[in-house]
């Protein structure tokens, strides 16, 4: 019956060892936030369901305290970092004591976080680091157990809204060193209450600001006459896109065409190029500028001189010649 009695007292002790761990893996996931402003400190007690060995389920408390910024943007990776901390009782520690246990070591730890809101993924399982982690009976008897866990990362999504973290199940297994009972291994899964859970930290999404953008059209068209052509240019912010060129739709149908930064005109009536630049995540889109060009019918160019006084001499000629051939129809009678 002794020994039996004692196998309880450090199954406890092994389970709130666990607990201690596996506690602060729950907020580590569950406190993930932003990281556009400085976090601040959160502390919160919660209370976990254990199914320990032997002592069957057990309500063990932890106290969680975790770095959450209260804002991020849409699109960043957010992450938080925490701790746990968990003071076992004195009288458990001494019936370890007395069995001759030495220390304690959790192997394995690690929890479900959940999210709601604006956020990817809504669950996620992290896991703790420096394990095994160990802890002699005198340093259980000097203070809390505070174990550290690597922090969990998620991504604010692309709408506003507040996003809440909550804790989720986790597990984890803790042995015994030293003693009659030295090297079990026990595995500990934790359920967190089905109701009444808040969150251990939220934090608002919002949009980030975006700088705006503007094009400035720097070639002047020529005087555009059917069958000319010309190179239209411009310069657009600084995202990086480049100034793209169309014909607008409420150009006289058939009066020019466009490939690349090349207009060429085909037909008369008024040409319209529009310019557009596309944003990105740091810029807006620019508004869209237009450049209007009157294309002319093609005009012949003036007749020299010579060209001229030949074309007088001509119909000169034939001025005489018709007026030779009337006189001869007159004079030669029927």
Known sequence: ?????????????SGSLALASAGFVGVVGTAVLGVATPASAASETLNYSCAIPILGAQNLPVTITATAPATATTG?????????????????????????????????????????????????????????????????????????LAPATFTAGGSAGTVNFMPGNFSSTAVITGGSLGGQSEAIPCTVPATGV???????????????????FTSTAPPATVGGSYTVAATGGASGNPVTFTVDAGSTAGACTISGANVSFTGVGTCTIDANQAGNASFTAAPQVQQKITVAPTVQGPVGAVGALALAALAGSTLFLVQRRRHRSLTAGP
């Open 198 to 216: 808040t969150p251990v930290a939220s934090t608002v999404v919002s949009a980030p600001s975006l700088t705006s953008q503007a094009i400035t």
């Open 76 to 148: 960043s990776t957010i992450t938080v970092n925490g701790t746990a901390s968990i003071a076992l009782p004195a009288s458990l520690i001494g019936a370890a004591g007395a069995l001759g246990a030495t220390a304690f070591q959790i192997t394995a730890a690690s929890s479900v976080v959940n999210a709601t809101g604006p956020v990817t993924p809504t669950s996620a399982t992290v896991s703790a680091t420096g394990i095994p982690f160990s802890e002699t009976i005198a340093q259980l008897q000097a203070g809390p157990i505070t174990v550290t």
């Open 1 to 13: 019956m002794k020994i039996r009695s004692t196998t309880r007292k450090l199954g406890k002790i």
